[in-house]
T-cell receptor
Framework: KNEVEQSPQNLTAQEGEFITINCSYSVGISALHWLQQHPGGGIVSLFMLSSGKKKHGRLIATINIQEKHSSLHITASHPRDSAVYICAVGPYGGATNKLIFGTGTLLAVQP | EPEVTQTPSHQVTQMGQEVILRCVPISNHLYFYWYRQILGQKVEFLVSFYNNEISEKSEIFDDQFSVERPDGSNFTLKIRSTKLEDSAMYFC???????????FGPGTRLTVL
């Protein structure tokens, strides 16, 4: 069983739509990360959160520690948001806080 | 803005050859990582490095793999005798402290023929 599960695996949206990507995890964590990976392969950190909610521009990330669940929302989606969005967790108690990755959600936003 | 850099961007090698993948982490960071992503699969942790030694490694990181921080700026991953299944994108990452976000390099695509 994967320690980090994401849904959906693939998502197609029309420009302007509100998008939600979900992440569930089964381990105790010190923090959860949302990352973005573009077709060229590079990984960019979007959010790191351990409680509550964070907002950056049109992106919002929430986490519910009790339910071991996080969501990434994109408001007013745009074709440039098309990418793979990855949820990753840093296991609690790990001295080095390696990341355990989900399989990613491939988002395509059509004009 | 400081960034993690990796060289080369693409390395093609023959099975059985040694390869060294290079990374320059952000200068004041203290924790360093190597991850890999086989095509179409999720990113996997390989090894973490802190205070000039390996702090954690995964099952993937067997005797064929080694890491070094030879000069205080570079952070290298060596694969002694490459196998076909080592073909993947290898990402280096660094962070200032264990509770900070990780910054990723652009990756090195390794192709083993």
């Amino acid at each position: 069983k994967n320690e980090v599960e994401q849904s959906p695996q693939n998502l197609t949206a029309q420009e302007g739509e509100f998008i939600t990507i979900n992440c569930s995890y089964s381990v105790g964590i010190s923090a959860l990360h949302w990352l973005q990976q573009h077709p060229g392969g590079g990984i960019v950190s979007l959010f790191m959160l351990s409680s509550g909610k964070k907002k950056h521009g049109r992106l919002i990330a929430t986490i519910n520690i009790q339910e071991k669940h996080s969501s990434l929302h994109i408001t007013a989606s745009h074709p440039r948001d098309s990418a793979v969005y990855i949820c990753a967790v840093g296991p609690y108690g790990g001295a080095t806080n390696k990341l355990i990755f989900g399989t990613g959600t491939l988002l395509a936003v059509q004009p | 803005e400081p960034e993690v850099t990796q060289t080369p961007s693409h390395q093609v090698t023959q099975m059985g050859q040694e390869v060294i993948l290079r990374c320059v982490p952000i200068s004041n960071h203290l924790y360093f990582y190597w991850y890999r992503q086989i095509l179409g699969q999720k990113v996997e942790f390989l090894v973490s490095f802190y205070n000039n030694e390996i702090s954690e490694k995964s099952e993937i990181f067997d005797d064929q793999f080694s890491v070094e921080r030879p000069d205080g700026s570079n952070f290298t991953l060596k694969i002694r005798s490459t196998k076909l299944e080592d073909s993947a994108m290898y990402f280096c990452a660094s962070r200032l402290a264990s509770y900070n976000e990780q910054f990723f390099g652009p990756g090195t695509r390794l192709t083993v023929l």
